[in-house]
């Protein structure tokens, strides 16, 4: 029986990596599954990990005020090291490009265990945005054994970086999974509820993410009057923004969005209501690179809030717009959306760049291969 390790430590970790551990834990003769938290999010990751039904076996806890990415990339490899000695996995998994992800791949190279990278492959070809999370990829790239690409171009992009072809694999991406998942078996909450059914069927609903650091400030500001502006000027069109905990959003959005008639800030959601939520949205607004793959998965039109992407198979399907960083132009292409009914039939037909539900189980089918090849080898 091998011995996997999966290490996660913020919220669209544990998403994308809760597909995996089930397909792990549906074969429970082949795997022994090994949960560990680093505790990067805490507010943010215990609900999901609730939601999504996953165990966690270890919790590193490294998760202080105000903390450096320095400082949890230090706490991870120090709480992980006697951990990996303890359990001594056939492999360990990370996923994307957190500090926590780039914590335990490193730490499990030092370890001299295998590395299996989950969603490799993304770029922006700007090692500055998103800031850390561009490097922290890159690395992971050089640290890994096995990278899971979830799209064609993530695969050309690996080969492009010298990883061996027979190290890669298309997997698709495992938030497709997820999310097919909890819609199929949840239903909004009453809270959720009440708040769409206050609103009339007829108006167009908004849903806004931003909580990037290249965003804080000035470029966030300027992002939200823009909405403000947008939403104040057609009376058909409301805006609802689950807001993201960390203080320097809180406090532009207390300024900027203060008595704001037809914008609706709210908590963070737990993901099948978030879900729910984009499921009802006329037009999803966000920075974030998860909303960037569940956009084409549930048929909705998004403006991206940055001036790169490392998942160009957004804009290329048709669903995704890159905005940049000006509010003016962010405008702008609010009122293009009033008037291009177009962009929203192509959207609503066009196929999932990032796979049709099944990454769990090709990425587990992939670790074994792997595995056996690597024995075989050896």
């Not at 609503?348 to 090709?362: K, L, V």
Request: aromatic share 6%; proline share 6%; hydrophobic share 45%.
């Amino acid at each position: 029986m091998k011995k996997i390790l999966t290490l996660f430590g913020t919220r669209p970790e544990i998403i994308k990596l809760a597909p995996v551990i089930w397909a792990m834990e549906r074969h429970p003769s082949q795997w022994q599954s090994i949960t560990v938290s680093s505790s990067q999010h805490t507010d943010l990751l215990r609900p999901f990990i609730k939601e999504l039904s996953i165990s966690v076996d270890h919790d590193l806890a490294v998760m202080t005020p105000g903390q450096t990415p320095s400082a949890v990339l230090a706490r991870v490899i120090e709480a992980i090291e006697p951990l990996l000695i303890q359990e001594r996995p056939d492999m360990v998994l990370v996923q994307g490009d957190t500090t926590t992800a780039i914590a335990g791949a490193l730490a499990a190279f030092y370890a001299r265990i295998p590395v299996g990278h989950v969603e490799a492959g993304l770029r922006t070809g700007n090692r500055n945005s998103p800031f850390p999370e561009e490097m922290n990829r890159r690395l992971i790239t050089q640290l890994a054994d096995f990278h899971f690409a979830a799209t064609a171009d993530n695969v050309k992009i690996l080969l492009n970086d010298g990883v061996q072809q027979q190290n890669i694999i298309l997997t698709g991406n495992p938030v497709v999974d997820a999310l097919q998942h909890i819609l199929a078996c949840s239903s909004a909450s009453s809270a959720l509820s009440q708040l769409l059914d206050s609103i009339p069927l007829s108006q167009r609903i908004i849903v806004l993410t931003t909580h990037r650091r290249e965003n804080f400030g000035q470029v966030m500001t300027s992002h939200l009057r823009a909405l403000r502006r947008f939403v104040e000027k057609h009376e058909d069109v409301e805006l609802i923004f689950p807001v993201h905990p960390n203080p320097s959003v809180r406090a532009v959005v207390g300024a900027e969005f203060i008595d704001a008639k037809r914008i609706h800030c709210i908590d963070p959601l737990e993901y099948a209501d978030f879900l729910h939520l984009l499921s009802r949205s006329w037009l999803i607004v966000s920075d974030s690179g998860g909303v960037q793959e569940e956009a084409p998965s549930l048929g909705k039109p998004l403006l991206v809030l940055r001036d790169t992407t490392e998942r160009p198979e957004v804009l290329e399907c048709g669903v995704g717009k890159l905005v940049g960083h000006s509010g003016d132009q962010l405008e702008k292409m609010l009122e293009a959306a009033i008037l291009d009914k177009s962009w929203f039939d192509v959207v609503r037909h066009t196929i999932n760049p990032f796979g049709q539900g099944d990454a769990g189980e090709r990425i587990v089918s992939a670790v074994a291969q792997f595995l056996e090849s690597k024995e075989t080898k050896v």
